[in-house]
Every structure is written in C-alpha cells, then in structure tokens.
C-alpha cells in the first residue's frame, strides 16, 4: 500500500500575541488533517529544509551545497566541475545584507536587471534560472566562493571576488540597493543512499530545494508552481507508487511575517487534503522546523509529526529526524 508523505514545511511558530497567545498551526481550522490520530509523536527539527529532508530520506545530514540541490531540483547541469550560486533577493547597505521576502512589488524588474548584467561573468559561461520570487540559481565555470552569509537571518555583507561581485554590485546600482545576493555555493558530488524502505516516489514542489534533494537520491520530480494545482496529480500519482508532497508556501508567509496568510494557508491545505485525499489509507503529516511569524526566522526546534495508520511509535515520543521514515514505514 502507497504512503503520502505532506511537508508542511516551517509550519511550527512563536506564539501571536493577536491568536491570544496561540500558534498559526493551533489557530488554524484543519479537521482532516487534525483527523489523522493513528500515530502521534514528535521529531528533531533542523534549521533548514535541505538539512532535515536528507536526514529524514537517507539518515543523514547532506554532503551536497543548497545550491547545487536547487539546480538538480530546476533540471540544470552540473558536471564538468560547475558551481551553482543561489541568488537570493536582498537589501544591500554598506555594510549588511538584508534579505528581501515580500518581493512581489520588484522582482519582476529583478529579474530582468540580473539577466541583463550577466555578460559581467559571460567569461564563466553563466547559466541561470528563476525562480520564487525572484530567487535564482546561478551556474558558471568557475570556483566557489566560501563563507558567504545565508539567509533568513539578515547578516554583515561579504566581500564577493572578481566579476561575481560586479554582477552583485551592478544590479545594486541598477536598483537603487536591490540585488540578488549569492550564497551557499558548491559543487556536485556523491549523494548517500536513501531508505531502502522507500521507493517508487514522486516528489511534488513549487521548491527546487526540496525536488533537488529527491532528484539526488534517484526519485522522480515534478516542478508546480500553484499550490492548488499540487494535488490533483499527487493522488494520481499515489495510485502508482509512493508520493511527498511539500507544502512550501507555509513557511513563505512566516518570513513574510504574515501569520494571518499562514493559518489561511493552513486551512486551504486541509480542505484540498479532504478533496483529494479522502480515502488515502496511509498518510503522513511532518514539519521541518518551525518559521517565526514575528521575526522571520527559522527556528531549529522538536516538531510533530502524525501518520492515519498505526506504527510502534508510543504517542508522543520523540523521534530522531534520521530515524523517523524506518520507523513510519516498519510493516
């Protein structure tokens, strides 16, 4: 029998003083969801979802760079010894980054700015590809560059080498502060072996994060932008084998400091769960690490978990992240 598996990802939060001092996920109306009472327990959250899902499929933390599992997960090449760059909207001060996530007022003009700077690398041969927002990863032939600062915490600005840095700078002028900042660069190499408990998965994001993770470990991807649209394929493709779908938008509007869009996006999953998931008999629902709706920041703490069918899981106990999937899957 095929087992869905649903990231809400960063669904975890502070307490809002205007929810009376409640959660997004304890405020939110989810019946179908909440409904799920086979097995109940907690895991070890991580403060980055690449971290806990190569944990949570293979066991352990992951070997590649954010950014070259975000060009696996958008379809890019990445051999012949190529660095992947994520490109990440940000104001640029003179001495900090501070990173930019209600971007729907310029990241259209974002993106043309950065494309049409990129003959500043044009010696790297620059690949690109947008995505989120205005987000992007970036692929040249040319070496990474280390110790970069990453978001979501705003941090001191990096000094960023040779024609790299003067695409980073030429789209700041060009946007009067904006730009789209580089981090978490890297290379590609060997990826660990998933669970042998899992396979025949399609995975299901509008996150190249997430799918590159899975293309890594030999699953099948499928890029959806809407979240509506998520859905309908992934019960489809639950006929025919094991499915993840993640759920990405609900941690987008913790960094947008939005708690009244989360618990609207919490709710919206629910129902679209009962609508197409009515008669699944094994689903799982997990967390990543919890999203402030107050700062914005990620927050690397113990989140629950809850699966419709019964496991050796005692309720409420807490389950390292790199042993939760042989457990949740044990006949």
Same mark, same amino acid.
């Given at each position: +029998?095929?087992?869905?598996?649903?990231?809400?990802?960063?669904?975890?939060?502070?307490?809002?003083?205007?929810?009376?001092?409640?959660? $997004?996920?304890?405020?939110?109306?989810?019946?179908?969801?909440?409904? /799920?009472?086979?097995?109940?327990?907690? !895991?070890?959250?991580?403060?980055?979802?690449?971290? @806990?899902?190569n944990e949570f499929f293979t066991g352990k933390p992951p070997v590649l760079e954010r950014a070259v599992l975000e060009a696996l997960g958008l379809g890019m090449d990445m051999g012949g010894g190529?660095?992947?760059?994520? *490109?990440?909207?940000?104001?640029?001060?003179?001495? %900090? #980054? =501070?990173?930019?996530?209600?971007?729907?007022? @310029?990241?259209?003009?974002?993106?043309? %700015? #950065?494309?049409?700077? *990129?003959?500043?690398?044009?010696?790297?041969?620059? &690949?690109?590809? @947008?995505?989120?927002?205005? &987000?992007?990863?970036?692929? +040249?032939?040319?070496?990474? #560059? $280390?110790?970069?600062?990453?978001?979501? #915490?705003?941090?001191?600005?990096?000094?960023?080498?040779? $024609?790299?840095?003067?695409?980073?700078e030429e789209v700041c002028r060009r946007m009067g502060g904006i730009t789209d900042y580089p981090w978490g660069c890297g290379r590609f190499t060997e990826q660990y072996t998933p669970f042998s408990?899992?396979?025949? *998965?399609?995975?299901?994001?509008?996150?190249?994060?997430?799918?590159?993770?899975?293309?890594?470990?030999?699953?099948?991807? &499928?890029?959806?932008r809407d979240f509506d649209d998520r859905f309908a394929p992934a019960r489809e493709a639950l006929e025919k084998g094991n499915v993840f779908l993640h759920l990405d938008e609900i941690d987008e509007?913790?960094? +947008?400091?939005?708690?009244?869009?989360?618990?609207?996006?919490?709710?919206? /999953?629910?129902?679209? +769960?009962?609508?197409?998931?009515?008669?699944?008999?094994?689903?799982?629902? @997990?967390?990543?690490?919890? %999203?402030?709706?107050?700062?914005?920041?990620? *927050?690397?703490?113990?989140?629950?978990? &809850?699966?419709?069918?019964? !496991?050796?899981? =005692?309720?409420?106990?807490?389950?390292?992240?790199?042993?939760?999937?042989?457990?949740?899957?044990?006949?």
């Amino acid at each position: +029998m095929n087992t869905l598996l649903v990231l809400l990802d960063g669904a975890k939060d502070h307490p809002i003083p205007e929810f009376g001092g409640l959660e $997004p996920l304890e405020k939110a109306e989810m019946p179908f969801i909440r409904s /799920a009472d086979g097995t109940a327990g907690e !895991t070890t959250g991580r403060g980055y979802t690449h971290l @806990f899902l190569n944990e949570f499929f293979t066991g352990k933390p992951p070997v590649l760079e954010r950014a070259v599992l975000e060009a696996l997960g958008l379809g890019m090449d990445m051999g012949g010894g190529r660095t992947a760059f994520r *490109l990440s909207p940000a104001y640029l001060g003179d001495e %900090t #980054v =501070r990173w930019a996530y209600d971007t729907s007022s @310029f990241y259209e003009e974002l993106q043309h %700015t #950065v494309s049409d700077c *990129l003959h500043i690398v044009e010696e790297y041969d620059p &690949r690109i590809e @947008f995505f989120i927002s205005g &987000r992007a990863i970036l692929t +040249m032939d040319c070496d990474p #560059v $280390p110790g970069l600062p990453a978001p979501p #915490v705003d941090a001191p600005r990096a000094d960023i080498p040779g $024609p790299l840095g003067g695409l980073v700078e030429e789209v700041c002028r060009r946007m009067g502060g904006i730009t789209d900042y580089p981090w978490g660069c890297g290379r590609f190499t060997e990826q660990y072996t998933p669970f042998s408990c899992l396979d025949n *998965l399609t995975a299901f994001s509008d996150s190249p994060t997430s799918l590159g993770i899975c293309a890594s470990l030999g699953y099948d991807i &499928r890029m959806i932008r809407d979240f509506d649209d998520r859905f309908a394929p992934a019960r489809e493709a639950l006929e025919k084998g094991n499915v993840f779908l993640h759920l990405d938008e609900i941690d987008e509007y913790s960094h +947008m400091r939005d708690p009244e869009k989360k618990v609207a996006i919490l709710e919206r /999953a629910d129902r679209l +769960m009962e609508k197409h998931f009515s008669d699944a008999e094994r689903i799982v629902y @997990f967390i990543d690490h919890g %999203t402030s709706s107050i700062t914005g920041e990620h *927050l690397p703490i113990n989140t629950p978990f &809850r699966a419709t069918y019964r !496991t050796d899981i =005692r309720r409420g106990e807490l389950v390292s992240v790199g042993d939760l999937l042989p457990r949740l899957m044990s006949p």
